[in-house]
């Protein structure tokens, strides 16, 4: 079982999900990484809170879309720049369709 204070960092890049938990860490917060979606789900369901680089979004859509409308409000996406937005948009639109 997780403690109630540890996050997880998902990120396909490996250097970006040291950075992230190697910053949390210092705070002192326990950090679980992964990544991939799949690969974090068990985790997450009783983390704190999950982190996502959006280039989740892109190498997983589907996943991805599942995982944040299971989320509710413990999710934090992370996104470079202005590519993020169509990222975004399109995780939006694979939940409408899943929807209909």
């Known amino acids: 079982m997780l403690d109630a204070k540890t996050i997880i960092v998902v990120a396909a890049d ?3 999900r ?11 917060y326990s950090t679980e990484s ?3 979606v799949q690969k974090a789900e068990a985790s997450c369901r009783e983390a704190l809170c999950t982190i996502l680089d959006d280039g989740i ?8 879309a599942e995982f944040l409308s299971n989320r509710g409000g413990r999710a934090i996406l992370l996104v470079d720049g202005l590519s993020a937005l169509p990222d975004l948009l399109g995780v939006i639109n694979s939940l409408i369709e899943a929807a209909k």
Not at 18 to 28: H, I, N, R
């Open 14 to 16: 490996q250097g970006l």
């Open 18 to 28: 040291q950075s992230v938990a190697f910053a949390l860490e210092v705070e002192g």
């Open 34 to 36: 992964y990544d991939s």
């Open 57 to 64: 979004l892109r190498s997983e859509p589907q996943a991805a």
